[in-house]
């Protein structure tokens, strides 16, 4: 499984980017996804999941209200919608998979198999 992120760049406090994560694999809706982050210095930190159906999400609680997680399992893409940014979100964020046998999020880094290169978002004040 590989997984591409983009999306990420410079933006102002207040403003919003929207981050995509596209996965070659062939049942991607089999996987369930999350994003984390991790500043400079910092050790990663779980930002959001989504369960293999999509019905299911969780955030953690810097985001809550401010960011979406979603996917297109036709387009084997997970996004992370961010809006109302603070200079607190500055940081690289990795999406990352794993395959999922019930309905469920994983919120922990050592439950994710897999991982992307990460992109950087930089959030000025």
């Known amino acids: 499984v590989q997984l591409q992120a983009s999306g990420g760049g410079l933006v102002q406090a207040g403003g919003s980017l929207r981050l995509s994560c596209a996965a070659s694999?062939?049942?991607?809706?089999?996987?369930?996804m999350g994003w984390f982050r991790q500043a400079p210095g910092k050790e990663r930190d779980f930002v959001a999941a989504?369960?293999?159906?999509?019905?299911?999400?969780y955030y953690a609680d810097s985001v809550k209200g401010r960011f979406t997680i979603s996917r297109d399992n036709a387009k084997n893409t997970v996004y992370l919608q961010m809006n109302s940014l603070k200079p607190e979100d500055t940081a690289v964020y990795y999406c990352?998979?794993?395959?999922?046998?019930?309905?469920?999020?994983?919120?922990?880094?050592?439950?994710?198999?897999?991982w992307g290169k990460g992109t950087l978002v930089t959030v000025s004040s």
């Open positions: 989504i369960g293999w159906g999509g019905a299911t999400t």
């Open positions: 990352a998979a794993r395959r999922a046998y019930a309905l469920g999020v994983y919120i922990e880094t050592v439950e994710y198999h897999y």
């Open positions: 694999v062939h049942d991607f809706s089999n996987y369930a």
